[in-house]
Structures are given as C-alpha cells and as structure tokens.
C-alpha cells in the first residue's frame, strides 16, 4: 500500500518541493541582483524537483529520473516562452532558462546519487 502512495505522491512533492526551494531560493538571489535571484529561483527549482522526485518514488532507476528531468526541461522552456510571449520584463526568461539547462545536469548523476541529496536525519 506504500508503495502505491508513494507513486501516486512523487510528482506532487516534486512539484511542492521545487516551489518552496525555488521561492527561497529567489529571495536570497535578491541580495545579489535581479538576474542572480531569476537564475538562483530556476535552478533551485530544478535540484528540488529532480531529487525530491527521485526520494520519494519507490523506485530509484533512470526511467524515473529521465522521466523527472523530462519534465523539469519542459517546465522550464514553457516558463520561459510563457514569458516571452507574454511579459514586458524580459529578464525573467532566466528563470525558465536555467531551470532547463541546470534540469540537465542530473542527466549525468546516478539515480541512486541524486536521492541522496534530500537528506532527512542523521547519517
């Protein structure tokens, strides 16, 4: 029955996971400058959705961490053509931007590396 759960619950917390970290993310990038917290905010994003996806699933195998990359890219490249289309402060296309291309550094990492990310606990 877990296990069920925790399929139907990995997108969800994914999703959760990638706004929180991505809003906390763009307040410190704030301190910085504007471009900085809009690249800060898509990549934080991006690591949150990825590994917390990766954590909570059952199962921790390419298919599952290609499938969250997958769509981390497309959310991404959406934000950013969202904005483009849309927005007159075009500089907020860094945030979709980084998202995509920080999403494809995990393409290199294992699935099992990438869970280990989200550490709860001690060791």
Not at 11 to 34: D, K, N, Q
Not at 35 to 55: D, E, K, P
Not at 91 to 103: C, D, P, R, T, V
């Amino acid at each position: 029955m877990l296990t069920i759960l925790r399929w139907i619950a990995f997108l969800p917390a994914a999703f959760v996971a990638s706004i929180l970290v991505g809003t906390g993310f763009y307040w410190v990038g704030t301190f910085f400058g504007e471009f900085y917290s809009y690249v800060m905010c898509g990549a934080g994003g991006a690591g949150a959705f990825i590994a917390v996806g990766l954590f909570v699933s059952p199962k921790r195998n390419n298919a599952v961490k290609w499938t969250l990359i997958v769509l981390s890219v497309l959310i991404g490249v959406l934000g950013a053509v969202a904005v483009a289309l849309g927005d007159d402060d075009k500089l907020k296309m860094a945030e979709g931007i980084s998202m995509a291309i920080f999403s494809l550094v995990f393409a290199y990492m294992p699935a099992d590396e990438v869970a280990k990310l989200v550490r709860i606990g001690p060791d």
